[in-house]
C-alpha cells in the first residue's frame, strides 16, 4: 500500500523535511479520496436525476482535485498547493451552501474546510480561514435567511466541533514538540551524571567569551583514576566525579564550570581587577583538595589566561597541555601556563 502511494505522490524531489514528506503523502491520499467521492456522488445524481447544478458541482470537483494534484506533482510545493486547495475549498463551500436550496449531506462537506485548513497551514494560521469562512456565512444568513435560525444553529454548533478538536489536536502536537525541544536542549546543556555543562556548551562559552573579557581557563582532572576503579569499583569512581563536581559548584562562584569528559573537568574563572590570580588559583586548588580528601582523591589542575588572539580550542588546548604537565611533575597541583 506504502509503495502504491509512493509511486502516486512521485519519490523525486522528496522534500527536505521528513513532516512535510509525510504531510504530501496525506494529501495525495485525501486527493485520491475525493476524486473516488465526486465520481461515487456523480454516478448517483446522474441516475436518480438530480438538477444539472448538482452533476456540475461533481464534474468541477473531480476536474479541480486532478488540478490539484498536477499542481502538487510538477512544483513538489506544498505551501503553493496549500493556498490553491484552500481558496477553491473556501469558494466551493460557499457555493454549496449558498445554491442548494435546502439542508442537505452536501452542506456537510462544508465542514471539512477547518480540520483541512488547520493540517495544512499548522494550528495558528489554519484557524483563521474557518473563521473567516464561518463570519462570512453568518453575515449571509444575517443578510438574506437562507435556511433559518434552526438550521444555522445546528451548522453552527457542528462547524465549532469540527473546528474545536482540530485546534486542540494541533495545540497538543506543538506543546509536545515544544516540551521535547526543551528536553533536547537541556540534554544538550546539560551533563547528565553531574548536572554540570555539556563539553559542547561550555566550549561555545569558551568560544564567547573570548573576544568579550578576560578569565582564567582551568582544566582540572582527578589523579590516578583509572586506579580508582580499578580497586574501588565504578560506582565509587562516580562518586568521586560527583563530589568533585559538587565541589566545583561551591568553590566557583565568579564563573561556570563544565564536564570535559570522563574524569576532567573545565572552569572559566572570570577576571578581576586588584586580584592576584595566582593566588587565588593555589587557594581554589587548595579548597578542593581539602573537600575531596574525605574520599581520598586528589586532582591536578591546569590554568591559562584568556587572550582575544586565542581560538576557543587554542585554549583549552594550553590549559590541557597545563593539566598534564601537572600530571607529569608529580599531581596534586596546579600549573598556570606562562606565555
Not at 96 to 109: L, N
Not at 186 to 194: F, G, L, M, P
Not at 233 to 258: M, P, Q, S
Not at 305 to 329: C, F, H, R, V
Amino acid at each position: 500500500m506504502m509503495k502504491m502511494f509512493e509511486t502516486i505522490a512521485g519519490k523525486e524531489p522528496v522534500p527536505a523535511k521528513l513532516n512535510d514528506y509525510w504531510k504530501r503523502i496525506a494529501i495525495i491520499t485525501m486527493l485520491a479520496s475525493s476524486v473516488i467521492g465526486f465520481t461515487c456522488m456523480l454516478i448517483t445524481n446522474m441516475i436518480s436525476g438530480e438538477s444539472t447544478a448538482y452533476i456540475i458541482m461533481n464534474i468541477v470537483g473531480i476536474i479541480s482535485t486532478i488540478g490539484l494534484f498536477i499542481i502538487l506533482r510538477t512544483t513538489n510545493n506544498i505551501e503553493l498547493f496549500s493556498f490553491v486547495f484552500i481558496f477553491i475549498l473556501f469558494t466551493a463551500s460557499l457555493y454549496a451552501y449558498i445554491t442548494i436550496e435546502a439542508p442537505r449531506f452536501e452542506h456537510m462537506i462544508t465542514l471539512l474546510l477547518p480540520m483541512v485548513s488547520i493540517f495544512l497551514f499548522e494550528r495558528k494560521p489554519g484557524i483563521y480561514i474557518p473563521i473567516a469562512y464561518y463570519l462570512t456565512i453568518l453575515f449571509l444568513e444575517i443578510i438574506f435567511g437562507y435556511f433559518g435560525v434552526k438550521f444555522f444553529v445546528q451548522y453552527s454548533l457542528y462547524f465549532l466541533i469540527l473546528t474545536f478538536f482540530p485546534c486542540f489536536i494541533a495545540y497538543s502536537r506543538d506543546r509536545t514538540h515544544e516540551m521535547l525541544e526543551i528536553t533536547h536542549k537541556e540534554k544538550a546543556i546539560y551533563d547528565s551524571q553531574t548536572e554540570l555543562y555539556s563539553k559542547s556548551y561550555i566550549s561555545s562559552i569558551v568560544e564567547e567569551k573570548i573576544t568579550e573579557e578576560e578569565f582564567y581557563l582551568l582544566m582540572i582532572d582527578i589523579d590516578n583514576f583509572k586506579d580508582i576503579n580499578d580497586t574501588h569499583g565504578h560506582v565509587f569512581g562516580d562518586e568521586c566525579i560527583n563530589l568533585l563536581a559538587e565541589t566545583l559548584k561551591d568553590c566557583i562562584r565568579d564563573g561556570c564550570c563544565g564536564r570535559f569528559g570522563g574524569d576532567e573537568f573545565i572552569a572559566l574563572l572570570t577576571h578581576k581587577e586588584n586580584l592576584n590570580f595566582k593566588q587565588h588559583l593555589a587557594e581554589l586548588h587548595e579548597s578542593l583538595t581539602d573537600s575531596l580528601s574525605k574520599l581520598g582523591f586528589t586532582i591536578s589542575m591546569g590554568a591559562v589566561k584568556s587572550n582575544k588572539k586565542d581560538s576557543a580550542s587554542k585554549l583549552i588546548y594550553l590549559a590541557d597541555t597545563s593539566l598534564y604537565q601537572a600530571k607529569a611533575q608529580g599531581k596534586n597541583q596546579l600549573i598556570v601556563y606562562s606565555r
